[in-house]
Every structure is written in C-alpha cells, then in structure tokens.
C-alpha cells in the first residue's frame, strides 16, 4: 500500500504566512489593553511557523523575547540599545538580551 503524504502545498503556506501576519498586527493592536493576549498572538503565530515550517520575518522575530516569547515594545516592557552595530533588546519581565544584527 502506498502512503500518501498530505501534501503541503504553495497554498497552505500562503495560509500560514497570512495568519502569522495577521496575529502580529492582531498582537500590535491588543498590546496596550491586554498585554496577555499580545503573548498569547505571538504564541500562536509561533505555533503556526513551527507547524508549516515557514521562517518568521526577521521584523516578527523583533517583536517577541526569544526566552520568555512575551510581545515586546521598546520602552513598555522592553529596552532597546544599539551596541556595536546590533540592536539589543532587554526584556522586563525574564531580563534577559536578545540581539539582532542592523541591515
Ligand atoms: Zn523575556
């Protein structure tokens, strides 16, 4: 017997980049009343990359801690640095850095 493998088409991954973007500007509107939700966007949209294993955007990947993955927004629950040409994020609530190189 043959197995089929469901196929992952063009489609499916067209999906999955539209709901990740979606969840992000979601997560972007949601931040300043219930921070919570934010997370929890960003939790999704993470789930749905894993699960299709589409790449997030780099300007996504900015968007979250990559300890704790709450939304980040420099200056609300973030501190933004530049340090030898890469940004550097802390974040408030597990304190830790993540960085990112400047284009
Ligand atoms: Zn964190």
């Known amino acids: 017997m043959v197995r089929k493998y469901s196929k992952k088409t063009a489609d499916h991954l067209n999906i999955a980049r539209e709901r990740i ?10 931040f300043s009343e219930n921070p919570e939700l934010a997370d929890r966007y960003v939790d999704l949209a993470r789930k749905i ?7 997030l955007k780099s300007e996504y990947k900015r968007k979250f801690c990559k300890h704790c993955y709450k939304y980040l927004r420099s200056g609300v629950n973030a501190r933004v ?11 408030f609530s597990c ?3 993540s960085r990112f190189t400047l284009k």
Request: charged content about 35%.
């Open 21 to 30: 973007d979606k969840l992000f500007s979601q997560a972007d509107e949601v």
């Open 49 to 55: 990359a894993m699960k299709f294993k589409v790449r």
């Open 81 to 91: 640095r530049t340090q030898s040409g890469k940004l550097v994020y802390s974040c």
């Open 95 to 97: 304190k830790k850095f």
